[in-house]
């Protein structure tokens, strides 16, 4: 006789009664541990490999760099696409893999290659920068800082040392990376006339720097019965030593480095800056770690921020804006439509059985079912609460309950034909136990292969249809075991006729009308149908709709060759130019990148092109203004309109807004005719209202 796990826990209930307080109370907990994203953490089968060659013009990057790197890289096994991207002193390639490639082998296999090619490359060319793409490289909240006291030199030695060793010591921060203010430079201003009348030159004073600026390794020696080992330094620990350092002469005489040149502690010229509107300032941006949450950094940063603000009161240090305000309030959303659905689904339950016992044994199935999922979510399968997880849980919480009711109303049943509660729950959950698991099972079907989908949405489906899946087994398992035992213990005796209600008349005078019309019911089927694949072709598709994050992202790019100032100049121009712009609150802007503190592959790297700039429009919150989002984005374009001499790109940052266009070939000129064709045709089509092209102009040489 096969084993019936209902009737098991009819006749022992305690089992099953510890099993499901264990269940609750680990899940409880793993609910509170669980990190809040906006989006699960997704490693796309992509490393960067980022070469920097401080002078060099794109063409000499291409022959000596970039395809050195596509040609090592271009054997390894599973590459899918090699893209390169190049600019002045810079060169990133992108190597693609399939997506069945694992990362950390591909990452370790472009490591090698470009280990090969090391000698290869030019000799003053940076270390290959080697990472993997992951979505976790977001800033999460950024701050400016500012004194009426300190200097910019002050403010930058201030977030680079204090501000940076503190967040970085915070659990879930990966990177700060600073922008704006300055950076300490010892400069070395040569006397051409002096190094003509001395018999010198620029080179010999350079090679005598590199030689004084050295510490290398002298081995170990014996001395007063002790081994110890010799280091050999060169190193001038002040500038006044520097001053003094002896530059040897052709005729066996040397002369101090501060009789040939001006040598001066002082800061580096200018190639970044940050603005709160028209206030100069220092900012910094925080970057999350992987699989940490969102809030809990944001919280944890905001606190250590705090601290320094107590610690230094002549320093301002405010915060400019974030990404866990939008986090936060999608995760609220989510959470209070699972409420909302699991109340509803009592509601239901409760109006059809009209008995409040049997309402509650039905109700107890939502949170038995929700718990256990957030256990297996951390502790087997390391996923977060995020859109794709919570969306899986509002959508199955109606679905939790069926097992349960089907369960109940089969006992309710067996108590009406006059027998005890004890005995009715024994043998209505023997006669429905197959039916209660093949439903289930049939559910699982259902959304367990969204976690196997291929491509890149698969990547981010697999937390929906793992979490889907695993809260309806976890139904399954209360209807089985504890749906039964609380019936059997908890449901009254009340043997009575099952009466015909007025809904129950309709509903079966519609299905005698069905069984004497086949033909007729099963057309209006197949027309209901065709009807809904017609307006699902109506319906726009996309991966992912672009939503109101409250915030809009303007990128200003200048003709290769501009200066810096030309750069801040039409970034205040753009700046002044959506002044009066409705709904916004707060214009933030960065000209060039920052310098990052930390790991990552752009961990202490100097600033990139100064032709390019940011500026970030703070919004009031979707809910209290009449304008969406797209609207203030289509006003900004018309406001840019007026700022010549750079391209502007507008949006949100966010997914589901952009269309990419690649055109490749080997001839650049005829490239970049293509490009601005087709940059032209583009703008004509409806529906489009921000189209850009990647493709550069020559930068000035001499």
């Known amino acids: ?54 002078g060099a013009t794109p063409s000499q990057l291409e022959t000596e760099v970039t395809r050195k790197v596509e040609d090592a890289v271009a054997t390894l096994g599973g590459v899918d696409k090699i893209t390169s991207t190049i600019t002045d002193g810079q060169s990133s390639t992108s190597v693609q893999f399939v997506l069945e490639k694992d990362l950390q082998e591909g990452l370790d296999e472009v490591r090698d290659a470009v280990a090969r090619i090391r000698s290869q490359l030019p000799a003053d060319a940076v270390d290959p920068q080697i990472a993997k793409v992951n979505t976790s490289g977001q800033p999460v909240v950024t701050f400016s800082v500012h004194s009426d006291s300190l200097s910019k030199e002050a403010l930058s030695w201030f977030v680079d040392s204090a501000v940076a060793k503190r967040l970085l010591g915070v659990s879930g921060v990966s990177n700060v990376s600073r922008q704006g203010g300055v950076s300490r430079e010892v400069q070395v201003q040569l006397d051409l006339v002096k190094l003509r009348a001395l018999g010198l030159t620029a080179q010999q004073v350079s090679q005598q ?148 016992r049997a309402t509650l044994v039905s109700a107890v199935a939502l949170p038995l079912s929700v718990l256990p999922t957030f256990l297996v979510m951390q502790y087997a399968f390391g996923f977060t609460l995020n859109m794709l997880t919570l969306l899986a849980l509002t959508l199955v919480v109606g679905i939790l309950v069926d097992d349960a009711i089907v369960e109940v109303e089969n006992i309710v049943r067996h108590l009406r034909m006059g027998k005890s509660a004890l005995q009715a729950a024994t043998e209505a959950a023997a006669e429905i136990g197959l039916a209660v698991v093949a439903t289930t099972l049939t559910l699982v079907a259902v959304f367990l292969p969204t976690a196997f989908m291929g491509g890149i949405p698969g990547k981010f489906f697999r937390q929906f249809g793992l979490t889907a899946a695993v809260a309806v087994l976890a139904s399954l398992l209360v209807a089985r075991l504890l749906t039964p035992m609380m019936a059997a213990y908890f449901l009254k005796d009340h043997p009575q006729t099952e009466g015909t209600s007025r809904m129950k008349s309709v509903y079966l005078r519609g299905v005698h009308g069905a069984l004497a019309h086949p033909w007729k019911t099963v057309a209006a089927a197949v027309v209901f149908f065709v009807g809904s694949l017609w307006v699902m072709k109506q319906v726009p598709t996309e991966f992912m709709a672009s939503g109101d994050n409250a915030r809009v992202n303007v990128t200003v790019e200048l003709a290769p060759g501009s200066r810096f100032q030309d750069t801040l100049a039409t970034a205040s121009l753009a700046r002044k130019a959506l002044q ?19 790991g990552g592959p752009r961990a202490a790297s100097a600033v990139g092109e100064v032709r390019s700039a940011s500026l970030v429009l703070s919004l009031t919150e979707p809910e209290q203004r009449s304008l969406t989002q797209k609207d203030i984005e289509k006003l900004v374009r018309e406001r840019l309109t007026q700022v010549p001499g750079a391209k502007f790109s507008v949006g949100s940052g966010g997914s589901g807004e952009k269309y990419a266009v690649t055109l490749a070939g080997d001839d650049a000129a005829a490239l970049t005719s293509a490009a601005n064709v087709l940059e032209e045709a583009l703008r004509g089509l409806p529906g489009l209202g921000n189209v850009s092209s990647s493709a550069s102009l020559l930068r000035p040489e001499v």
């Open 1 to 54: 006789m096969a084993f019936n796990v209902s009737a098991w826990a009819i006749r022992k209930p305690v089992p099953s009664i510890l099993l499901f307080l264990a269940l609750t109370l680990l899940g409880l907990l793993s609910f509170k541990a669980l990190p809040v994203q906006d989006f699960p953490d997704i490693e796309f089968p992509v490393v960067t490999v980022g070469v920097g060659v401080p």
């Open 209 to 356: 720097l590199r030689m004084t600026q050295q510490e290398a390794p002298g081995g170990s020696m014996e001395m007063g019965g002790q081994s110890q080992s010799v280091r050999a330094t060169a190193l001038a620990q002040s500038v006044h030593e520097l001053k003094e350092m002896r530059v040897p002469l052709a005729d066996g005489r040397s002369v101090r480095l501060a009789d040939v040149a001006l040598v001066e502690d002082t800061v580096g010229p200018q190639a970044q800056t940050a603005l709160v509107g028209d206030t100069e300032v220092v900012s910094f941006q925080v970057m999350r770690a992987r699989g940490a949450s969102d809030l809990q950094v944001a919280q944890q940063v905001r606190a250590a921020v705090a601290d320094l603000a107590k610690q230094n009161p002549s320093i301002q240090i405010e915060e400019v804006f974030n990404s866990v305000g939008r986090v936060k309030k999608n995760y609220e959303d989510s959470m209070w439509a699972l409420y909302e659905g699991a109340a509803l689904a009592v509601l239901v339950v409760f109006l059809f059985l009209r008995d409040w």
């Open 580 to 598: 009066g712009v409705p709904e916004v609150t707060r214009v933030y802007t960065a000209v060039g990148s920052g310098v990052q503190s930390g």
